[in-house]
Every structure is written in structure tokens, then in C-alpha cells.
């Protein structure tokens, strides 16, 4: 099932970060701060639905640099704060923020309806794309990028269920190539640094 | 005989320090709460279900006297105020309810901050917007209930 491309993506990742590793001490062009992929893969492409009702495809985005966050609005902590520096990243590059698309994808399609996440994606950054789908295609999507994720009944909670989370930001650069991972608490000026390596490198090469 | 009695003597200050060290009368409360803030929401419209509607508030609390726990937060911005932790296991952030308190260490503080420990406000009765204020009562097991105001952050600073 999931699992496999789970795994090979765990795989990917903690190869990509101990080459990263090694690479970063020959100096010279400033590297990517997370587990970046060695070479890089291609993005899985999916089709899910945007905040305003319409259909949503990521290979749509090519030309911009994407940063995707898997994630739902009834987080509290970890989902705003990543928003948060995520929006903040992207106001720091002032006119080069046009390159830069944030996608929220919610993993809690249940309580996320398109009316919460119409309010809740563009009050972070007003470009901010949120989707949702059926439960089966958000499963299909998150699973392409080797997100984890469970629903968490909470019996001591008035919030019912939490979603447990993987919680990395997934980097994709104009050409749609997957680039690195960046875990949770990564902060908002790193960010910012390697959306703009990505946006030097232009739409060559 | 001497020895006898600097050894009653010393026996004596240790019986003493320790039943005046578990009370009777109440360590003078040394919590300080600083760096108290919200963060912003705009969900509160009644058309939203549970989505959204929920806000953190951080704080470290600073602790000049004995250890004690924090027990309880409420606020009336909220239909429940919970305290809640963060905690990243095996590559998953998992949020749960604090069971038992949030222990304040004697000497000492503890933090509540993004990524880890905080109040968890659940359904909003109210937009939360940057500059606004709201009082948040917390109960501690020792020092009682204080009463704090929270100053609301934007979402992106």
C-alpha cells in the first residue's frame, strides 16, 4: 500500500540529507538547508480541489517555485507556525515573491470545508492556494509525497480528533523537480535563503 | 556527651528545615508570566464547523520559589481552553492534551512556545485580531489563580 512509497521516500530522504551533508562543506555556492534530493525526482502530480471550488492541478504551477505543506486548519501550533514562516519567507523576497507559490493541502477534508479553508489559507499570504479533496484523494496525493498521517481520537479534548502529522515542506522547483524537504521548525530567513538559490537558478539549466 | 549533643543539634536544624520545606504556612507565590502572546485568527464566523476556529497562547512562566504545576487555563474568547503539547515521534507531530498539568519547576521556568507546550483555545467566540487583548485565567496547584492579559500577534510578523 502506502507504506512502500512511504518507505522509499524515508529512503530518499535521509540519503538525500547525508549527501547533503557531505557535500555542504566544499564551499562555494550556498546549498539548500534541507534533505535535499541527489539527483532530484520529478513531483508526483495530482488533481485535487482549490479553496475558491475549482479544479487544481500542481503541474498547473510549473514556472513558479512551489512550497507544499500537507496540514489542517484545526491545528493550533505546528500547521500556523509553519504557515506563518512560510508567508513571512515569501514577503521577504519582495518583487521575486511573484515566483513563489504557497499550496496548503488539508488532510482533515472532513472539518475543512471549502468555506474554512476559503478564510484560513489567504490570511496567511493572500496568493496561498488551499485544497482539498475526497479522503481517497487526499490519501493518493499525500502518499506521493511520503506524508504520514492518522487520525487521533482525543477523549479528554473538545477537539474531538487531532490529525498526527508529518510536517515537512515539500520544495518544488519551476520545472516541477522535487528538491528538498524541510523539516518542521525550519526557520522563516532559511526559508527564504533557498527560495532564492531556486529562484537564481532562473528556468534553465 | 558533646559529640551527643552536636549530633542532636545537627539532627535537629535537619528536622526543622525539612517540615518548614513542606509547609504549613504557603511559599510567598514567585511566578512571573512573560513573553505571554496569541496568535491571530479570523475563523470564528458561525457558518465554520470545528475547523479553524482554534488559537494558541504561549508564555513562559518564571518560577523564583518552590516547584509548583500549572492545573488549569480558561478564558471566555473560547468554548474550551485546554492545555496542550506538541511532540515529534517518529517523524510525526502528534498534539495531545497535557494530563496532569504543566509542571513549573521550583527555581526555574518553563516555556510555552510554538512547537511544543501551549494553551489551546477551541472554538473561538471571537475573531482574535493583532493588537486586541483578552484575559486568560490560570489556576496553579500552589500560587492559585492569575489572571494575565494576552496581547494577539498577526499571523505573519
Redesign the interface.
Known amino acids: 500500500m502506502a507504506w512502500h512509497s512511504v518507505g522509499a521516500m524515508?529512503l530518499w530522504f535521509v540519503c538525500a540529507a547525508a549527501l547533503g551533508g557531505c557535500g555542504a562543506g566544499g564551499g562555494g555556492a550556498p546549498a539548500l538547508h534541507g534533505g535535499r534530493l541527489d539527483p532530484p525526482k520529478a513531483a508526483a502530480d495530482f488533481t485535487l480541489t482549490d479553496h475558491h471550488g475549482n479544479p487544481f492541478t500542481l503541474s498547473g504551477t510549473r514556472g513558479k517555485i512551489v512550497l507544499l505543506y500537507f496540514g489542517?486548519?484545526?491545528?493550533?501550533?505546528?500547521c500556523?507556525?509553519t504557515?506563518?514562516d512560510m508567508?513571512?519567507a515569501r514577503?521577504d523576497l519582495g518583487a521575486d515573491a511573484q515566483d513563489v507559490q504557497i499550496i496548503f493541502v488539508t488532510l482533515?477534508p472532513e472539518?475543512?470545508?471549502q468555506?474554512?479553508l476559503e478564510?484560513?489559507v489567504p490570511?496567511?499570504?493572500a496568493t496561498n492556494i488551499g485544497l482539498r479533496g475526497t479522503p481517497q484523494e487526499i490519501q493518493t496525493a499525500a502518499a506521493a509525497f511520503g506524508v504520514?498521517?492518522?487520525k487521533?481520537a482525543?477523549q479528554?479534548?473538545?477537539?474531538?480528533y487531532?490529525l498526527?502529522?508529518?510536517?515537512f515542506i515539500y520544495v518544488i522547483d519551476r520545472r516541477g523537480q522535487l528538491r528538498e524537504l524541510l523539516p518542521?521548525?525550519t526557520p522563516r530567513q532559511a526559508i527564504a535563503d533557498d527560495l532564492k538559490i531556486l529562484i537564481n537558478e532562473g528556468t534553465a539549466s | 556527651m558533646k559529640r551527643k549533643l552536636i549530633l542532636f543539634g545537627v539532627l535537629g536544624i535537619l528536622i526543622a528545615t525539612s517540615l518548614s520545606a513542606c509547609g504549613g504556612t504557603p511559599a510567598p507565590t514567585g511566578l512571573r508570566i512573560t513573553d505571554v502572546w496569541a496568535r491571530a485568527s479570523a475563523m470564528s464566523t458561525d457558518a465554520m464547523e470545528m475547523g479553524g476556529k482554534n488559537s494558541a497562547v504561549y508564555m513562559k512562566i518564571n518560577n523564583d520559589g518552590a516547584a509548583d504545576k500549572l492545573v488549569q487555563a480558561t478564558s471566555t474568547v473560547a468554548a474550551s481552553t485546554e492545555l496542550h503539547t506538541v511532540e515529534m515521534k517518529d517523524g510525526v507531530m502528534q498534539m495531545r492534551p497535557v494530563e496532569g498539568g504543566i509542571d513549573v519547576p521550583a527555581r526555574g521556568a518553563v516555556e510555552l512556545k510554538p512547537g511544543g507546550l501551549h494553551v489551546m483555545l477551541i472554538g473561538l467566540h471571537q475573531d482574535l485580531k493583532p493588537g486586541d487583548t483578552f484575559n486568560l485565567k490560570l489556576t496553579f496547584e500552589k500560587a492559585g489563580v492569575m489572571e494575565i492579559p494576552v496581547p494577539v500577534r498577526a499571523l505573519v510578523q
Open positions: 524515508v489542517y486548519t484545526a491545528c493550533p501550533d505546528v500556523p507556525l504557515m506563518s508567508a513571512g514577503a482533515d472539518r475543512d470545508t468555506a474554512v478564510k484560513y490570511a496567511f499570504d504520514k498521517y492518522q487521533k482525543l479528554s479534548s473538545a477537539l474531538g487531532a498526527d502529522h508529518s510536517a518542521f521548525g
